[in-house]
């Protein structure tokens, strides 16, 4: 008999393509493959691939580069490429790295297995970057993958098309799953202890668009709430253009939802969000914010800003400047523009200086940290329920304090509903559960306490 092939995979990108890292790598388990914790003892890599920045598809590039004198040493050593880059650069991939086996575009890894098999017999390159129109990788729930925390796909693609971005072309149009399907796959999932799901869509407030029985997301919501062995929803990511009132409402009385919206706003100034197609205004973006808060105090929004966007001038940074003032964000994600090919805005000049992009990226960083650090000390002294998600194995001694470094330190890290991560010192075998937790320190990143019960 032959020996059983290992599979390893690494992940670039974002929530989506680390859920299809792992639905994948429990699809090839079900069909007799085993999987390499480590790239070393692997006899298939693959690189489950981002193609939202050229950034992240360099860093592909560099990793399959290293691996060339290893596959010349071991011939049979099969390498793939997977996911939005596949899709984007297809054959060119095998141009540029001949020693590249697969190419598996986003709608074909539930044909994985198949396409492994495949490159076992044969040794020519193999292209698979169909655009199946239907596509959803089975979920094998069992012993191997009942973590306490799931991801779980609501729907796939984006119709949006701002104009910075590859995902529609590289993902596809929008398609929901049934609302049944994600009902039993989440219920199966909370049977076998998962405390915590995260709904995933590149877009998931237009979930149910197309499925002509009325669902929404907030519908869904509802629906999941039932499920009595879970304890908590999270989704993203939500377009500002499409949060409804009646999904605020759903968040609001449903107390298994956390108090988390992550709310990409991309630009404070109009005249670039109307370049972007974002089909909001600043104005729509603050009232949205108010009303969130109106509806829910405290709850977090965090959101995602590109600097350096084709003809943003000082007068744009700046609206962008005071929507971080303004809004007091949970948490922001920066990045510089980075021109896509076959995106509208490629066709326009990328006429902001790489210097200036590192300018804008650090003064909105900056400030965020100071906001984050402001409004995190603001709750020492309170306490919250943290669902505890694993030991905390490192020490952290921050320099811009005088306090006592022992507050510092705890033996667990958990997430509170509001999406604090929290560090904090506790009782032995309290992972997967939710405690009570006192918060006696912060730093802009994290909370810091001690557990209560
Ligand atoms: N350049 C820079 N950032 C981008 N994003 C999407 N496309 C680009 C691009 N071409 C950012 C957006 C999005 C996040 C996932 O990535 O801010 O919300
Ligand atoms: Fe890209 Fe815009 Fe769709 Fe988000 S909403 S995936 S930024 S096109």
Same mark, same amino acid.
């Given at each position: 008999?032959?020996?059983?092939? *290992?599979?390893?995979?690494?992940?670039?990108?974002c929530?989506?393509?680390?859920?299809d890292?792992e639905?994948?790598?429990?699809?090839?388990?079900?069909?007799?493959y085993?999987?390499?914790?480590?790239?070393?003892?692997?006899?298939?890599?693959?690189?489950?691939?981002?193609?939202v920045?050229?950034?992240a598809?360099?860093?592909?590039?560099?990793?399959? $580069?290293?691996?060339?004198?290893?596959?010349?040493?071991?011939?049979?050593l099969?390498?793939?490429?997977?996911?939005?880059m596949?899709?984007?650069?297809?054959?060119?991939?095998?141009?540029?790295?001949?020693?590249?086996?697969?190419v598996?575009?986003?709608?074909?890894?539930?044909?994985?297995?198949?396409?492994?098999?495949?490159?076992e %017999?044969? &040794? %020519?390159?193999?292209?698979?970057?169909d655009k199946d129109?239907?596509?959803?990788?089975?979920?094998?729930?069992?012993?191997?993958? *009942?973590?306490?925390?799931?991801?779980?796909?609501?729907?796939?693609?984006?119709?949006?098309?701002?104009?910075?971005?590859i995902?529609?072309?590289?993902?596809?149009?929008?398609?929901?799953?049934?609302?049944d @399907?994600i009902y039993?796959?989440?219920?199966?999932?909370?049977?076998?202890?998962?405390?915590e799901?995260?709904?995933?869509?590149?877009?998931?407030?237009?979930?149910?668009?197309g499925? @002509?029985?009325?669902?929404?997301?907030?519908?869904?919501?509802q629906?999941?709430?039932?499920?009595?062995?879970?304890?908590?929803i999270?989704?993203?990511?939500?377009?500002?253009?499409?949060?409804?009132?009646?999904l605020? =409402? =759903?968040?609001?009385?449903?107390?298994?939802?956390?108090r988390?919206?992550?709310?990409?706003?991309?630009?404070?100034?109009?005249?670039?969000?109307?370049?972007?197609?974002?089909?909001?205004?600043?104005?729509h973006?603050?009232?949205?914010?108010? *009303?969130?808060? +109106?509806?829910?105090?405290?709850?977090?929004?965090?959101?995602?800003f590109?600097?350096?966007?084709?003809? %943003?001038?000082?007068?744009?940074?700046?609206?962008?400047? &005071?929507?971080?003032?303004?809004?007091?964000?949970?948490?922001?994600?920066?990045?510089?523009?980075?021109?896509?090919?076959g995106?509208?805005?490629?066709?326009?000049?990328? @006429?902001? %200086?790489?210097?200036?992009?590192?300018?804008r990226?650090?003064?909105?960083?900056n400030?965020?940290?100071?906001?984050?650090l402001e &409004?995190?000390?603001?709750l020492?002294?309170?306490?919250?329920?943290?669902?505890? &998600?694993?030991?905390?194995?490192?020490?952290?001694a921050?320099?811009?304090?005088?306090?006592?470094?022992?507050?510092?330190?705890?033996?667990?890290? $958990?997430?509170?509903?509001?999406?604090?991560?929290?560090?904090?010192?506790?009782e032995?075998?309290?992972?997967? +559960?939710?405690?009570?937790?006192?918060?006696?320190?912060?730093?802009?990143?994290?909370?810091?306490?001690?557990?209560l019960?």
């Amino acid at each position: 008999m032959q020996k059983q092939k *290992n599979v390893f995979i690494q992940t670039f990108g974002c929530q989506m393509n680390k859920l299809d890292s792992e639905l994948s790598l429990g699809l090839v388990r079900e069909t007799g493959y085993g999987i390499a914790t480590e790239i070393g003892d692997a006899d298939i890599i693959l690189y489950n691939t981002c193609s939202v920045r050229a950034h992240a598809e360099e860093k592909v590039y560099s990793h399959i $580069g290293a691996l060339k004198a290893r596959k010349l040493r071991e011939p049979g050593l099969i390498i793939g490429v997977l996911g939005c880059m596949a899709q984007k650069d297809g054959k060119q991939v095998f141009k540029r790295s001949p020693h590249v086996n697969l190419v598996i575009g986003t709608r074909m890894l539930h044909k994985l297995p198949d396409i492994l098999r495949s490159a076992e %017999e044969c &040794e %020519e390159h193999i292209l698979a970057v169909d655009k199946d129109q239907f596509f959803s990788i089975p979920r094998f729930v069992n012993g191997h993958d *009942n973590g306490f925390q799931n991801y779980v796909s609501i729907m796939r693609g984006c119709d949006n098309y701002c104009t910075y971005c590859i995902v529609p072309y590289v993902r596809g149009s929008e398609v929901s799953r049934k609302i049944d @399907d994600i009902y039993s796959e989440v219920y199966q999932l909370a049977d076998h202890g998962c405390r915590e799901v995260t709904l995933l869509g590149q877009n998931v407030n237009s979930y149910g668009k197309g499925l @002509d029985d009325g669902s929404n997301l907030a519908r869904l919501l509802q629906k999941i709430g039932k499920i009595d062995k879970l304890e908590r929803i999270r989704f993203v990511t939500s377009h500002p253009k499409d949060v409804t009132k009646e999904l605020l =409402e =759903e968040m609001k009385n449903n107390p298994k939802i956390c108090r988390y919206l992550h709310l990409p706003a991309q630009s404070g100034s109009d005249k670039i969000l109307q370049k972007m197609n974002r089909k909001y205004t600043s104005k729509h973006y603050k009232d949205l914010v108010a *009303n969130a808060r +109106k509806i829910m105090p405290g709850i977090s929004i965090s959101s995602d800003f590109i600097v350096g966007f084709p003809g %943003e001038n000082d007068a744009d940074f700046n609206e962008t400047v &005071e929507l971080l003032n303004d809004v007091r964000f949970f948490n922001c994600f920066v990045f510089k523009y980075s021109p896509r090919k076959g995106t509208v805005a490629s066709r326009l000049k990328d @006429d902001i %200086e790489e210097k200036i992009k590192k300018d804008r990226n650090q003064i909105l960083l900056n400030l965020q940290k100071k906001i984050s650090l402001e &409004e995190n000390t603001k709750l020492i002294g309170s306490n919250f329920d943290v669902l505890v &998600e694993r030991l905390n194995t490192k020490t952290f001694a921050p320099k811009s304090t005088d306090k006592p470094e022992e507050s510092f330190q705890g033996n667990f890290m $958990g997430r509170t509903k509001y999406n604090h991560i929290v560090i904090f010192s506790g009782e032995d075998s309290i992972i997967g +559960k939710t405690v009570s937790v006192k918060i006696d320190n912060a730093t802009e990143f994290t909370l810091y306490g001690k557990q209560l019960n």
